[in-house]
């Protein structure tokens, strides 16, 4: 799934969407993909907004410890968050609600709602 997202946040559109395919074909739960992707937006998210707080304050706050990401999986995601505004993360999470409302509620299917998900990140 990070390989997905590294993907994903290199906009490289085509191999996420392969990623995701191979992870379909060895059978991950698109629900699993999903959510992990998610949990992950919503983590670069967080350290946005604690980057935001550390300008404001001036002053150091351990980011990964008041959000409570393993201190391996922030490392990889501050990187990643420096390629988005804090802006275009809330309205990716927006995104992702209405995604996972859809598919929910049989307006959309799993699979093709992701992948027209990943292609419009």
């Keep these: 799934i990070f390989d997905v997202i590294d993907k994903i946040v290199s906009k490289q559109k085509q191999e996420a969407i392969l990623g995701l395919e191979d992870l379909l074909a060895s059978k991950t739960y698109i629900g699993v993909i999903s959510s992990m992707i998610f949990k992950q937006l919503k983590q670069i998210y967080l350290i946005k907004l604690g980057e935001e707080q550390q300008r404001i304050k001036g002053e150091y706050v351990n980011i990964a410890e008041m959000f409570g990401i393993n201190s391996f999986v ?48």
């Design 74 to 121: 922030y490392s990889k995601l501050k990187t990643i968050s420096s390629h988005y505004t804090k802006e275009v993360l809330e309205d990716l999470i927006l995104d992702f609600k209405q995604y996972d409302i859809d598919v929910k509620s049989g307006k959309q299917d799993a699979v093709i709602g992701l992948k027209r998900l990943i292609l419009s990140l």
